[in-house]
């Protein structure tokens, strides 16, 4: 009889030990296909998110090279201005010139009127000529009026031409001045159109940032309430087979212990993108040095100073502080230097989306997946993590 009762007691025991084990398993499972399922999804707005910030990234690069369009328009507007000023101080000088010019002949004929005294031929160089008291004097006098005549006939040319040279390049830059004027009207159009879709791009970007953020705030909910199953299940477990072999407390332990690193893996799935921050560490040489310096300066477009950057003057300003002359856009950018690879990126190479000569977006890797840039108009110069925001090449100067 007491054989039969420990029998039976160990055969409960045993049984009780075997559904705390399935109800873990079972548990496992369906934290798994929570995981899974919630993994899809957080992968899912990741791509939506790289779209948005891909679209946001291509409409600012427009914008931008509008923006410089537009700054090179106004330049070239005022320096033909100041070409019309200097080429309407040259005219008046040459007005001015021949004025005088015709005041100093105007004199040598008085001059020549008194020495004459009364007009025979109503010429005053003839009269001049025809006054002379010898032949000698004759001769003399003619050579003097052919001197006379051929330097006014010369100067006054020369005049006429220097005023009407001065007249046909102003009305050149006036010319030039109008068209820069219109193109500068046009490009001013089209960037307030950009202006509207970039808006857009933005609010897209930051719908897609706030589903990401709901989605982390969700993952963190979970691996919370896994951490929560795992100890009921593990104290079940332990309250049935308190009595049972070691090696069934073993197993526990290792369904424990699989259970603790799927929810650390969960964690660290949804770690957010890289702050940016003015001590972080950086490699890579000059250029992503200067770059760290600007960190928090904020997106401007067509900016090229630390007072606002736009993706390309970042890039710009902190090569030629490190004594490199780079192109000013993202497009020209591109085309320096080797090609390389995202799989094969170094610390102090230039990263890119888009193409090789059509790049819309720069950054600078910095190693551990991680890069400086200026992201968007209302954002600051940060490090990114590729996760986010993946570059397409590299290109190594």
């Not at 089209?190 to 982390?216: G, P, R, T, V, W």
């Not at 080797?338 to 910095?366: E, K, M, N, R, T």
Request: aromatic share 4%; glycine share 8%.
């Amino acid at each position: 009889m007491r054989l039969r009762q420990l029998v039976t007691g160990a055969i409960t025991v045993a049984t009780l030990a075997g559904v705390g084990v399935s109800g873990v398993a079972a548990t496992t499972v369906r934290a798994a296909d929570d995981k899974s399922s919630l993994q899809a999804k957080n992968d899912d707005l990741m791509k939506q998110l790289q779209a948005a910030n891909d679209k946001s990234a291509k409409l600012s690069n427009d914008v931008s090279n509008k923006v410089l369009a537009i700054q090179k328009a106004e330049a070239e507007i005022k320096d033909t201005q100041a070409k019309i000023t200097d080429l309407d101080g040259q005219l008046t000088k040459a007005n001015q010139e021949a004025s005088q010019r015709k005041n100093n002949l105007k004199d040598q004929l008085i001059s020549l009127q008194k020495r004459v005294g009364n007009s025979v031929t109503g010429n005053v160089y003839f009269d001049f000529i025809l006054n002379s008291s010898s032949l000698t004097d004759l001769v003399g006098r003619s050579f003097t009026v052919s001197k006379l005549s051929q330097a006014s006939t010369e100067a006054l040319q020369a005049v006429k031409d220097s005023e009407a040279k001065v007249k046909d390049l102003k009305a050149n830059q006036e010319a030039k001045q109008k068209s820069l004027v219109a193109t500068k009207a046009q490009l001013e159009s089209d960037k307030a159109k950009i202006d509207s879709l970039k808006a857009d791009a933005d609010e897209a970007a930051a719908e897609a940032q706030k589903l990401i953020d709901a989605n982390k705030d969700k993952l963190a909910e979970l691996a919370a309430e896994e951490a929560a199953k795992t100890a009921a299940a593990q104290k079940a477990v332990s309250d049935a087979a308190s009595t049972t072999s070691t090696s069934t407390a073993s197993s526990t332990s290792t369904v424990s212990a699989s259970n603790n690193a799927s929810s650390t893996s969960v964690t660290s799935s949804t770690a957010p993108a890289s702050a940016g921050s003015s001590k972080v560490s950086v490699s890579g040489g000059g250029i992503a040095s200067n770059a760290a310096k600007y960190i928090g300066v904020p997106y401007v477009y067509g900016g090229t100073s630390p007072s606002g950057f736009d993706c390309s003057g970042l890039i710009y300003y902190a090569a030629k502080e490190a004594g490199v002359n780079l192109p000013r856009t993202s497009q020209a950018q591109s085309t320096l230097g080797s090609y390389v690879a995202v799989s094969d990126l170094q610390a102090g190479d230039l990263v890119f989306w888009g193409g090789v000569g059509s790049a819309y977006h720069v950054g600078i890797y910095i190693g551990n997946g991680q890069y400086i840039h200026a992201p968007a108009p209302g954002q600051n110069v940060t490090v990114q993590s590729m996760a986010y925001f993946a570059p397409e090449f590299g290109r190594r100067l």
